[in-house]
């Protein structure tokens, strides 16, 4: 019988078998694949597992909080948090490329991950078990996507050191993305996190389109929180498939507020329908959901007076900027 509860019964005493009393460590990203594969290994083995956090600065409004209380409150799992933030602005600086970024926070996402796990084994004596979030898709074909492929490359054992090698933990293996959701609620994961849309492993680096400074992430964090806010209240969440919102930090534009004149960015919509992010089309959006984002927007945050829509599929356009 297919039920949620049956396969975290299953996993668990699968888990359990497989690591018997070793430790075994996890990568959290913030997405739901770490996440319920997180919160099955605890369930199995509660304390031997320790979770990493590696915080690059580069999620949205609430990310870091989600991951660090909310799943913490839920799970009980012990949490490492590597607050890295200043490395990767530092890592990133003056770099404009939106491959050089990818690879730059590739680098440095291996980088802390791996100083994290040898500050666990040094506490703990041994670890000897990873977990990744691997899906039943990725295993039949490595594709793109969120959480899981970019553990995948972040943290797969040919990215770390000959002696820090480790077994795996795949307790996804054989699901699919809507049963690993069942699976979450079942485990009473944050709906936040359970239902949370595709989101890139370089984050909110690959929506400015220009240098990541701190300041600009400000100001992303700031319009994107307001956009996915109006598009939750619209009820329409499950509809899109995506909603990246992108800061063209290099562009300026001329406008008009008050008495004075304003010279600041534009901020860009992009919100998609999509079944597997291969293809993608442009999602319709009611216009006065679009006008409460616009005013928002242009009212509330610095340095943006102007909102535009995207309104490419893919192909032709990809569904980040970069
Ligand atoms: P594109 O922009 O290529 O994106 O249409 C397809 C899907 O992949 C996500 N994406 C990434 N995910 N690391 C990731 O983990 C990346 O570097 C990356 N680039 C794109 C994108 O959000 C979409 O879901």
């Not at 019964?9 to 694949?33: M, T």
């Not at 605890?42 to 956090?53: D, E, H, I, N």
């Not at 995506?242 to 992009?270: E, K, N, W």
Request: net charge negative; hydrophobic share 45%.
């Amino acid at each position: 019988d297919w039920t949620a509860a049956n396969i975290v019964d299953d996993s668990v005493a699968v888990i359990r078998e497989q690591v018997g009393d070793a430790h075994v460590i996890c990568g959290l990203s913030g997405g739901v694949d770490s996440a319920v594969a997180a919160a099955l290994v605890q369930k199995a083995v509660g304390s031997q597992l320790t979770c990493v956090f590696v915080d690059h600065g580069l999620l949205r409004q609430g990310e870091a909080e989600q991951v660090e209380r909310d799943f913490v409150a839920t799970t009980g799992v012990a949490l490492k948090v590597v607050d890295a933030t200043e490395q990767f602005l530092g890592a990133l600086a003056g770099v404009t490329d939106p491959e050089t970024k990818r690879k730059i926070i590739g680098r440095e996402f291996i980088r802390s991950f791996e100083r994290a796990a040898r500050e666990i084994v040094g506490e703990s004596g041994a670890v000897d078990w990873l977990v990744q979030g691997t899906l039943y898709p990725d295993v039949v074909e490595s594709g793109g996507g969120e959480g899981a492929a970019n553990i995948k490359s972040h943290h797969n054992v040919g990215g770390l050191p000959d002696d820090l090698q480790f077994g795996l933990v795949e307790p996804l293996r054989t699901l699919f993305k809507d049963e690993v959701r069942a699976v979450g609620e079942q485990l009473g994961l944050p709906a936040a996190m359970v239902w949370r849309q595709p989101f890139p492993g370089p984050g909110l680096a690959i929506r400015i389109i220009g240098e990541v400074t701190r300041d600009r992430l400000e100001i992303l964090r700031e319009a994107d929180a307001i956009a996915r806010a109006e598009l939750t209240a619209a009820g329409l969440d499950r509809d899109i498939w995506q909603f990246p919102v992108v800061l063209l930090a290099d562009v300026r534009s001329v406008g008009v507020q008050g008495d004075g004149r304003t010279y600041g960015h534009p901020i860009v919509l992009r919100p998609v329908t999509s079944e597997d992010a291969m293809t993608a089309d442009w999602g319709r959006l009611p216009y006065d959901l679009l006008e409460r984002i616009s005013t928002r927007i242009t009212n509330q945050v610095r340095e943006v007076n102007r909102v535009v829509v995207d309104i490419t599929s893919k192909p032709p356009g990809t569904i980040e900027w970069e």
